[in-house]
């Protein structure tokens, strides 16, 4: 069973003043409330043209991963959809757009996502209008998918150059455009001053929000004394995970008599030889209230289809979330 639940929104422009031709993004965050995952063969479609629905983007329909904060989205699971739109050539109107998760054979699904904008004239600039820019350069601290215990605070700073004709001043804000609200808690915060082709470190205080299995991102721009966007969107993407203080650990040793000398998988090494990893995941997993001891463990990866549990006694990074639908494989760090 397909069936999708709208979570959240956002918008790079305020939707209520968009000036005609403009560009901009849109992000609704859903979660898939079926039984089946959301993967290769399902879109998101234009919906309701007949009865008024402006398309606003490039094509009628997308396919999921082209548009989605991840590839797939297992039952569960929530995911961004991000659709790049244009504002319409007349100003002075109001216009809707709706879309929905369509699956393989076509069948459209799950509540629709949608949003309603007003257009406006685009701002002239008088002939002695000079523009600002700004040019991300690198990540200073805590680059994409960085793991975070749920709770702790950072430091996000991102280098970045000023590449436009006017220099950063009063007036001058990052602002937050797009993504997770909850790791800020302000949307507006002042820039470092910067001349024309000057390079400056820009900071924001955040917090790791409640642990997760989806990575938390948000998107920030710069906007000048006027209120104008502009320059490269800046990000910040991590994993909130929950904190391990030990005291919930089950401790084993591969070398525990009981099965030391036991085989590891369908390999020939034994578990006092190369059962590191195996006794880990068992320890890792008592934590997550599956109690099994290595040699226990070591026979439930043996059921495992092929790729999921072992290669010879090598067991595959993925075989714990394999073995357990609560436990969720993010991936290596």
Known sequence: MNDALFVSFSSSHDLDRVPVGEQFTCSWRIRNTGTT?????????????????????????????????????????????????????????????????????????????????VTVPQPVAPSSFRSSNCQFLEDISVEDGTPMDGGTPFLKQWL?????????????????????????????????????????????????????????????????????PFGDKLWVKIFSIHKLDGSDITPYSQNDPAWKHQVVGNGTRTMAEFGCLITCYAMMLSTFNEHQTPWELNNRFLTLPPGHGYNGSDVFFIAPASAYSHVTFVGNF
């Open 37 to 117: 995952p959301w993967g290769a063969g399902y879109r998101v479609a234009h919906i309701h043209a007949s009865t008024g629905s402006q398309m606003l983007a490039v094509q009628d329909s997308f396919p999921f991963a082209e548009v989605a904060s991840l590839p797939t989205a297992a039952p569960g699971e929530e995911v961004e959809i991000n659709i790049p739109m244009t504002a319409p050539a007349l100003s002075g109107r109001r216009y809707f757009t709706d879309w929905q998760l369509q699956d393989p054979s076509g069948n459209l699904f799950g509540e629709i996502i949608w949003l309603r904008l």
């Open 160 to 228: 970045v150059k000023n590449t436009g004709q006017r220099k950063w001043g009063a007036g001058y804000r990052l602002v937050f455009v797009s993504g997770d609200r909850e790791m800020c808690a302000s949307v507006s915060h002042l820039v470092p001053e910067a001349e024309p082709g000057e390079e400056v470190v820009i900071s924001v205080e955040m917090t790791a929000p409640t642990p997760r299995h989806q990575p938390y991102t948000s998107g920030w721009r710069l906007h000048d004394d006027r209120n104008i």
